[in-house]
């Protein structure tokens, strides 16, 4: 392990965003983490880059995790549990599950970063969440330096949410995420968004797990743009859920405003639905603004600072609010 000086980090961020690290190192290992945080407290985590908003240069150690490795802890003739490494790809380790036929992860194709993000957010996309299929999540303690294990109930996962993005926060760095995925009998999500009208197109009346994920890729191709050609992390806001009794008010104004149940008194209104109202899509602020083909996803086409971008995301939260009364919720994670 070597710590690197003044670091462009474009590269290791979604985004695109050129800042400074002053300080870099790469890690590989558990081990080899350990060993730096047994004299580095104050640091700043990078794995894939995918779920974050750099504003400015990082003055603190940047550490790059990138330990890699999938095993199989153990198998029956209907499941299989694999223990992935933090530093892994999520897409390349969903392609890897779909080519041994491991079910569950199909419809999380695409998705970008690494599989220790994911269960921070717990990451979800047309009608699976990662939570799921998560059968524990290891770490380091920050404080002491000692490996811990969490269940899928210790982690308390919700709507791109879980306690490594509130209690345990700055506290605990991911290493590894273990999965439970069927080997036979797969039950496949295809009811959500358009995979079925992609599966149609195609003539596909019995879909495999590949069939799947290739109909999620496609979808996504469509409507996000790819990362290497236009900067961006994906989904920028949250889909809100707001009361069934604030949504009846409101579709009194808007007949047409999609919703999703989510309970007897809540509804899901599609955060980018509120962005295209409110007249931001395909709009563009200098290199900063918002797609052309998804409400839902800021672009950095170019040289956009990371301030530029967050500038225009508040911009849409008071536009989006003064329209419909509904406060958007930054996904992203912002670093100021």
Sequence with gaps: MKIQQNIPLKNYNTFGISVIAKRFITVTSVYELQQLLKTEKNFFLVSGGSNMLLTKDIETLVIHIDIKGISIDREDDNAVYLTVNAGENWHEFVLYCISN???????????????????????????????????????????????????????????????????????????????????????????????????????????????????VIAIRKSKLPDPKEIGNSGSFFKNPVISKKQFLELQKEHPNMPNYPVSSIEVKVPAGWLVEQSGFKGKRFGDAGVHEKQALVLVNYGNASGEEIYQLAQKIQETVFNNFRISLEIEVNVIQ
């Design 101 to 215: 036929n491991y079910g569950g992860i199909e419809n999380l194709s695409l998705i970008p970063g690494t599989v220790g993000t994911c269960p921070i957010q717990n990451i979800g996309a047309y009608g699976v969440e990662v939570k799921n299929v998560i059968t524990k999540v290891e770490g380091l303690e920050i404080k002491t330096g000692k490996l811990v294990t969490f269940s899928n109930k210790d982690c308390n996962f919700g709507y791109r949410n879980s306690i490594f993005k509130n209690s345990h926060k700055a506290k605990i760095i991911l290493t590894s995420v273990g999965f439970k995925l069927t080997k036979k009998d797969h039950k496949l999500n295809t009811s959500y968004g358009a995979i079925e009208t992609e599966l149609t197109s195609k003539n596909i009346a019995r879909p495999t797990l590949k069939d799947v994920s290739d109909a």
